[in-house]
């Protein structure tokens, strides 16, 4: 059974910073993508930014420049470096990973989410 178990949020003043961390387990598959994604109260899941095995990067607009996630490939590990913080970053932060099966089958995790909280 697939985990996704994260950790790092928490509660930090405006122009702080916090690294999240998510780690993967108990996939037969290597992880494709990983990243995160957020969710304020009252809007959509949104992603924020996503990274491949090959450690290519993808990155909400919104985030750019503050944001930066990398991966550890042997740990299957994903983290996020949370810099430049501000209140509307404030949101449950969820991991998410992607292996592809022999069959060419995507398969999707989700971990259970990790609230931040940006006080202005």
């Known amino acids: 059974q697939v985990q996704l178990v994260e950790s790092g949020g928490g509660l930090v003043q405006a122009g702080g910073s916090l690294r999240l961390s998510c780690a993967a387990s108990g996939s037969r598959f290597s992880f494709n993508a990983m990243g995160w994604y957020r969710q304020a109260p009252g809007k959509q899941r949104e992603l924020v930014a996503a990274i491949t095995s090959g450690s290519s990067t993808n990155y909400a607009d919104s985030v750019t420049g503050r944001f930066t996630v990398s991966r550890d490939n042997a740990k299957n590990t994903v983290y996020l470096q949370m810099n430049s913080l501000k209140p509307e970053d404030t949101a449950v932060y969820y991991c998410?990973?992607?292996?592809?099966?022999?069959?060419?089958?995507?398969?999707?995790?989700w971990g259970q989410g990790t609230q931040v909280t940006v006080s202005s």
């Open positions: 998410n990973a992607e292996s592809i099966t022999g069959r060419g089958i995507r398969l999707n995790y």
